[in-house]
């Protein structure tokens, strides 16, 4: 690596800082990129341990701070990025940031957006490849889940034969990607209490990736997550390597989860609530364990990660405790409803929806979410965001009366009208996308109640 | 038949396949002002290799789906429906074609790689792949039954749609791309049958579409103009202007 490239980028980093854009998470690796092409891969090869890539539509961000707290308790050094700034640059950024610092980073634990990952894989040639799952997102940015799958078909075949892929056994489309190949490590989640009635609306992927017969599913976890069969060719979900065998909710605080894998159980409580966190706990186990950590470091790793940025992260205002659930597609939103729904007291909403670049400047899929049950207990609801009048309507259709709801588009505002119609004491529920998340979390970290992201660790 | 005991009948057309558009929500929107209004809908899933029965339904509704979907549905629909489904429209019942579904309406899809995907033709239109998708807000100056509106929702196609002589366009085009990109009409209408790139999904934005699909279907079922008791729109209108000012700025902030 020579000089005067990571000089120039890192000095790029400083300034942006100091100007207070973003933090500087993505400028520096830019330059960097800009500068030297290579230095993603020249920078990689530099970590003894190798490096680990997480992609998933729906938990990356909260998994791999779950992976990088077992890493730590198994004493390892690690350079990571940070949720957001998840792509290429984001990548090399973190690299770039490591660099002289010592004791020098081993290994690289990366959270990679879904369609940068097939680059990033290319560049960085992980070493294990956590793929988690696929669900309907923003259509307007990625194109349709099939385009996706397809590259991915692609990248994990041209995997070198040491690398691990980690792959979720209950996503049919995520499964179908190991066809053929050894070596691969998979995880699902063998617990049969946590079944659903049947296929949520959100659901996709619930035909044969092989033959296109419809899939028909023994249990339904999470979206299409489950336990699924093929009529028509005789494909199936395999029984998985790593296995949630007991999950236990907390109501909306947090899980307990027993894991069975192949060094031994793992037995942890975590502060994350809901289902789609005992996945992101299993797949974070899977991802460990490839990575070879030892499973008493894991149980400690997943009792010590708090919640990620916006991901089940709580916060106290005017004596009202509010806890922020991201939710950015249908089937996250709909963990985040039945999340919400653990709780027995009726709980106070604030549901916030942007149509930005990052969020997707799409938003029927507001209408793909079975909000229903959620209304129907609803103490108080508090509408915002740039679109905040398509929510409004979304639950007008729903059957909800206008008069018990508020739309208020102005976030600052909405927020202190929902934290004033929530008792002293009691909890406010957020349900925002990723740039409202982001909005709503500025106005908190300026009122001294949260931490700003990119000072996280 | 009098309009205070009747229950509308939908037949929605590849529920299953063709739903990726939050389709779902034009439906509840549908049955929503039905039953503000006293009035029932029934609807009626017709999947794949489903027969359509002469008769049974008033209104049909046919939503967007994923590429490998849609080509399964295609190849169903000339099969197994597109005759009794032309009957259907011919002897007046409506039609909502969204999407996949107005490219399906027409006479065809032809592929980037030259491949030729079957349309019942219902609507006159044709379409051809694109090099790109047509992406983003859309908002139309819209034509129905002589009333001008302003319309509002968001596209998302590859595909490039002109319209035949048999076909008008729901409307011209005031932000965003239209049917193609290049002549500045946007969706197609023979008779009560309506297709459009307009998403979002369309109706809780544009509940005049909604009325008016509404109404061509009572008059359907009961054989005589039904006039539909006015609702309160003031949400409607309110995210429709919303809306409208979003698709006006400049995008990607
Ligand atoms: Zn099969």
């Known amino acids: 690596m020579t000089a005067p490239s990571v000089t120039i980028a890192r000095a790029a980093g400083r300034l942006s800082r100091r100007l207070g854009r973003g933090g500087g998470t993505s400028l520096p690796g830019k330059v960097l990129l800009k500068l030297r092409p290579q230095a993603l891969s020249e920078l990689g090869r530099e970590l003894p341990r190798g490096v680990t890539v997480i992609s998933a539509t729906n938990g990356k961000t909260t998994t791999a701070r779950l992976v990088a707290s077992c890493a730590r308790e198994a004493g390892w050094d690690l350079v990571a990025n940070t949720s957001g700034a998840n792509l290429l640059s984001g990548v090399a950024t973190a690299l770039l940031d490591a660099q002289g610092r010592r004791p020098a980073p081993e290994a690289g634990l990366f959270e990679v957006d879904e369609a940068a990952l097939v680059e990033v894989a290319r560049q960085l040639r992980p070493r294990v490849l956590l793929l988690m799952n696929l669900f309907r997102d923003q259509l307007d940015r990625y194109g349709e889940l099939e385009h996706l799958a397809a590259l991915w078909t692609r990248m994990v075949a041209e995997l070198p034969a040491s690398a691990t892929p980690v792959l979720n056994a209950d996503d049919p489309a995520i499964s179908a990607l190991g066809a053929g190949r050894r070596g691969v490590l998979t995880f699902g989640i063998d617990d049969t209490s946590v079944a659903l009635d049947a296929l949520p609306h959100a659901a996709d992927s619930t035909r044969c990736r092989l033959c296109a017969h419809p899939l028909t599913y023994d249990l339904v976890s999470l979206g299409h997550l489950g336990h699924w069969r093929c009529e028509g060719c005789g494909a199936a979900r395999v029984s998985p390597d790593v296995r949630a065998t007991r999950v236990t909710l907390h109501g909306a605080t947090g899980i307990a989860v027993r894991i069975e894998t192949p060094q031994g159980p793992v037995e942890a409580e975590l502060p994350l609530p809901g289902l789609h966190n005992a996945y992101n706990a299993t797949a974070a186990t899977a991802a460990a364990i490839a990575m070879g950590i030892a499973p008493d470091a894991i149980a400690r790793g997943l009792a010590a990660s708090p919640a990620a940025f916006g991901r089940g992260e709580r916060v106290t205002l005017d004596g009202r405790r509010l806890v922020l659930l991201l939710a950015k597609n249908p089937t996250g939103a709909n963990e985040t409803v039945r999340t919400v729904l653990l709780d027995p007291e009726p709980p106070h909403l604030l549901i916030a929806l942007n149509d930005r670049t990052a969020d997707g400047h799409d938003i029927s899929w507001i209408w793909d979410v079975d909000y229903e049950p959620l209304l129907a207990r609803a103490a108080s609801l508090t509408l915002t965001g740039d679109r905040a009048h398509d929510l409004a309507l979304r639950m007008r259709y729903a059957g909800h009366p206008a008069e018990r709801m508020t739309v208020i588009p102005d976030p600052e505002a909405a927020l202190d009208h929902a934290v004033a119609t929530a008792p002293a004491g009691g909890t406010l529920y957020v349900l925002p996308t990723y740039t409202a998340m982001l909005g709503l979390r500025e106005t908190l970290v300026r009122r001294g109640v949260a931490e700003a992201f990119w000072r996280e660790r | ?253």
């Open chain 2, 1 to 253: 038949m009098s309009a205070a005991a009747v229950t509308l009948r939908l037949g929605h057309l590849y529920p299953g396949e063709m739903n990726i558009y939050a389709d779902r929500g034009n439906i509840a929107v549908l049955e929503r002002r039905l039953a503000w209004r006293g009035l029932g809908l029934e609807v009626t899933g017709i999947g794949i290799g489903d027969p359509i029965v002469a008769g049974a339904h008033d209104l049909f509704y046919l939503g967007g789906g994923q590429d490998r979907d849609q080509a399964v549905v295609a190849e169903d629909l000339a099969r197994t429906k597109a005759g009794a489904l032309r009957e259907a429209v011919a002897g007046g019942a409506a039609g909502l074609c969204v999407c996949g579904g107005f490219q399906l309406a027409g006479h065809g899809y032809t592929g980037t790689d030259g491949s030729r995907m079957p349309g019942v033709g219902i609507l006159d239109l044709d379409t051809v792949a694109g090099p790109t998708r047509l992406i983003g807000n859309l908002v139309i100056e819209a034509e129905l039954d002589g009333e001008r509106r302003s319309v509002v929702g968001f596209e998302n196609h590859a595909g490039r749609t002109r319209l035949g002589p048999g076909s008008r366009p729901l409307g011209r085009v005031v932000q965003g791309h239209g049917n193609n990109g290049e002549d500045g009409l946007e969706g197609g209408v023979t008779g009560r049958v309506i297709g459009t790139y307009l998403h979002g999904p369309l109706l809780p934005k544009n509940p005049w579409i909604a009325d008016t699909l509404i109404g061509w279907a009572l008059e359907h079922r009961t054989g005589a103009p039904v006039a539909l008791a006015p609702l309160d729109d003031t949400m409607e209108e309110e995210a429709h202007a919303a809306a409208v000012a979003r698709a006006t700025r400049r995008r990607g902030r």
